[in-house]
């Protein structure tokens, strides 16, 4: 069954640059919003197993990724495609969403 992978400041270069798509929430222990959608990343993590990379950002304990790009509020969500930014999410928002970004990325 799919997993979110944790990213981190230090790998982070690394699984962008897949084949494939690249989710990555940017969240934090405190943030409520966030908890609200972490079940929905755990999901879209185990639909997409095999075409797309699902991953989660602590920004607390990573706060040179969550500058780099720009992460001002929580839970911000970027796809990535070949290393680079396609789309960004900022809020929680519906898994349907999420998927139909990541449908579009893999197209």
């Not at 690394?14 to 690249?22: E, F, G, L, R």
């Not at 222990?29 to 991953?55: N, Q, R, S, T, Y």
């Not at 999410?89 to 519906?94: A, C, I």
Request: proline fraction near 6%.
């Amino acid at each position: 069954m799919g997993k979110a992978i944790e990213i981190t400041d230090s790998n982070f270069e690394q699984v962008i640059q897949s084949d494939k798509p690249v989710l990555v929430d940017f969240w934090a222990e405190w943030c409520g919003p966030c908890k609200m959608i972490g079940p929905v990343i755990e999901e879209l993590a185990h639909d997409f197993e095999g075409k797309a990379v699902i991953g989660k950002v602590n920004v607390d304990n990573n706060p040179i990724m969550s500058s780099k790009y720009g992460v001002r509020s929580i839970p911000t969500l970027l796809v990535f495609k070949n290393g680079e930014v396609i789309d960004k999410q900022v809020g929680v928002v519906p898994k349907a969403l999420l998927s139909k970004k990541l449908e579009t990325a893999l197209a």
